[in-house]
């Protein structure tokens, strides 16, 4: 299979262009995508390069896939274009996400773009440390990106090229730490009751119900709901791991009007044309519910996965216990939620509270 993306004239969005030997398992999949097209002249498929996910063709397709840089919208200087494609290649065998795909080619085209008259392998750290520099002073780059920007080069040349982590020794800033921003549990009652379309309200409560990042929402099949047990199964998650979370009894009683109304055929949520649904629509649909609740904190999907952890923590859940729920690597993480958890602070007693002042 070939995949590139094309900004075809024939339509009026950029597409992602696909040929490949018959196959009736990818064609049924690929039918199942919002907005794909099929050119019979030509022999292609073409699909809207918004409903394109990397990492669920390489889920699907495995070895079947070739992948040509261009569908990742990334422009390389050409004299570096053989170097960024075996870079790609590296990112894809070790099967990384696709939004981190694309950060990484973007930021390694940069830093090719900046030493395009040397050869990478004589680019020294001194010399890289001086254009990490360069644009915190230039672009005023975050934190974030910064660490982004020295992980990308890192890959190049410890995974790519092979060298030791040794040899490549960076200073990196420190990660600025910030406590999560929670829901109470009234105002997510009051979120959800005003969420009167059955599909978002699902969509709402399964967030919250497991714990979920968004795009661990949009890829639950109908399979991974275990009702008998009470658990959602999420795959393939943040660094690749699987887990099991909870499934609320409120949520599967939810769940089952929306199969008999809407009756999807593969994923749990599915868009309009049939395919996966969108993280965009998502977040519209949390926006719209907030401001019908009149709730003015800041807040965005992801809120409900805090919430659901501090809301845990708060009914004396053990923290290990959280941790495994919510699938991160170290307890460290977790811990964040003590800090934010209402409960566990009203256990503390103010100073001035034990002074008499009468």
């Known amino acids: 299979m070939n995949i590139e993306l094309i900004p075809d004239s024939l339509y009026k969005e950029l597409v992602v262009k696909i040929r490949f030997k018959y196959n009736k398992r990818i064609i049924e999949i690929i039918k199942s995508i919002h907005g794909r097209r099929w050119n019979q002249e030509a022999g292609f498929w073409y699909i809207p390069k918004k409903q394109f996910n990397l990492k669920k063709f390489l889920d699907s397709f495995g070895k079947e896939v070739e992948i040509d840089h261009s569908a990742?919208?990334?422009?390389?200087?050409?004299?570096?274009?053989?170097?960024?494609?075996?870079y790609l290649e590296m990112l894809i065998r070790k099967r990384y996400s696709q939004n981190t795909i694309k950060t990484y080619m973007s930021y390694m085209g940069s830093f090719m773009e900046e030493f395009s008259n040397r050869k990478l392998d004589s680019i020294t750290i001194r010399e890289i440390n001086a254009y990490i520099s360069k644009l915190i002073r230039t672009r005023d780059i975050s934190a974030s990106q910064q660490n982004q920007r020295i992980?990308?080069?890192?890959?190049?040349?410890?995974?790519?090229?092979?060298?030791?982590?040794?040899?490549?020794?960076?200073?990196?800033?420190?990660?600025?730490?910030?406590?999560?921003?929670?829901?109470?549990?009234?105002?997510?009652?009051?979120?959800?009751?005003?969420?009167?379309?059955?599909?978002?309200?699902?969509i709402l409560m399964t967030l919250y119900s497991g714990g979920l990042r968004r795009s661990e929402l949009i890829n639950l099949k109908i399979t991974d709901i275990d009702s008998r047990r009470m658990l959602i199964r999420i795959s393939n998650s943040k660094g690749n791991k699987d887990r099991y979370t909870l499934l609320s009894e409120k949520l599967v009683q939810l769940l089952r009007d929306y199969f008999r109304f809407?009756?999807?055929?593969?994923?749990?949520?599915?868009?309009?044309?049939?395919?996966?649904?969108?993280?965009?629509?998502?977040?519209?649909?949390?926006?719209?519910a907030l401001r019908k609740a009149k709730i003015t904190k800041h807040a965005t999907p992801h809120t409900l996965r805090h919430s659901f952890a501090t809301h845990l923590l708060e009914q004396g859940i053990n923290l290990l216990y959280i941790k495994e729920l919510l699938g991160h690597s170290s307890i460290k993480t977790?811990?964040?939620?003590?800090?934010?958890?209402?409960?566990?602070l009203s256990k503390i007693k103010n100073p001035p509270d034990n002074l008499n002042t009468e």
Request: glycine share 4%.
């Open 262 to 288: 809407y009756r999807p055929k593969h994923w749990l949520f599915e868009g309009q044309g049939g395919g996966q649904y969108s993280a965009t629509s998502i977040e519209n649909i949390f926006r719209k």
């Open 334 to 344: 977790t811990e964040i939620y003590t800090h934010v958890s209402s409960k566990q």
């Open 72 to 86: 990742l919208d990334i422009s390389p200087c050409q004299k570096h274009n053989e170097l960024l494609r075996e």
């Open 151 to 202: 992980n990308a080069i890192k890959f190049y040349y410890e995974k790519v090229l092979g060298r030791k982590r040794e040899y490549y020794q960076l200073n990196r800033p420190k990660k600025v730490k910030r406590l999560p921003r929670i829901l109470t549990v009234e105002e997510v009652e009051l979120l959800l009751r005003n969420c009167n379309n059955l599909k978002h309200k699902c």
